[in-house]
């Protein structure tokens, strides 16, 4: 059965307690997968082995200056230090994992929406 987008959310933990990043409006969670060649002379064909899997999540919210949830991964940026997010699903927590905040971005158009997009490199598996 389908899902409508705006059932999925991104939770960040704060003090071993999933906290809801405000007023999210766009989601994009990537998983891949390298290939690693293992050709040789001989073949004609490439032949490959699955390598490592990586994965990035993008998340585009409305810019609320106080919300708990942006502050924790603006100073996990600074500090650089690793977050734990979980992927909610109508109301239930599905799956959890670390990761690097590598980027954060603002959007502050002259009247419109001030929007914040923020970028994490998953460390590990989904679990």
Same mark, same amino acid.
């Given at each position: 059965?389908?899902?409508? #987008?705006?059932?999925? +959310?991104?939770?960040?933990?704060?003090? %071993?307690?999933?906290?809801? @990043?405000?007023? &999210?409006?766009? $989601?994009?969670?990537?998983?891949?997968?390298?290939?690693?060649?293992?050709?040789?002379?001989?073949?004609?064909?490439?032949?490959?082995?699955?390598?490592?899997?990586? #994965?990035?999540?993008? +998340?585009?919210?409305?810019?609320?200056? %106080?919300?708990?949830?942006? @502050?924790?991964? &603006?100073?996990? $940026?600074?500090?650089?230090?690793?977050?734990?997010?979980?992927?909610?699903?109508?109301?239930?927590?599905?799956?959890?994992?670390?990761?690097?905040?590598?980027?954060?971005?603002?959007?502050?158009?002259?009247?419109?929406?001030?929007?914040?997009?923020?970028?994490?490199?998953?460390?590990?598996?989904?679990?």
């Amino acid at each position: 059965m389908a899902v409508n #987008g705006d059932t999925v +959310l991104l939770y960040v933990d704060i003090s %071993a307690t999933p906290t809801l @990043l405000g007023s &999210q409006r766009g $989601l994009n969670i990537e998983e891949s997968a390298d290939a690693i060649d293992i050709s040789d002379k001989d073949d004609e064909e490439t032949k490959l082995l699955a390598g490592r899997i990586s #994965g990035r999540i993008r +998340l585009t919210h409305l810019f609320v200056a %106080a919300d708990t949830a942006y @502050l924790e991964l &603006q100073a996990a $940026l600074r500090a650089q230090t690793l977050v734990t997010v979980y992927r909610y699903e109508g109301g239930s927590q599905i799956e959890q994992i670390s990761g690097v905040v590598t980027n954060i971005s603002g959007d502050f158009p002259d009247n419109g929406a001030a929007e914040v997009t923020v970028e994490i490199a998953t460390s590990g598996a989904w679990s």
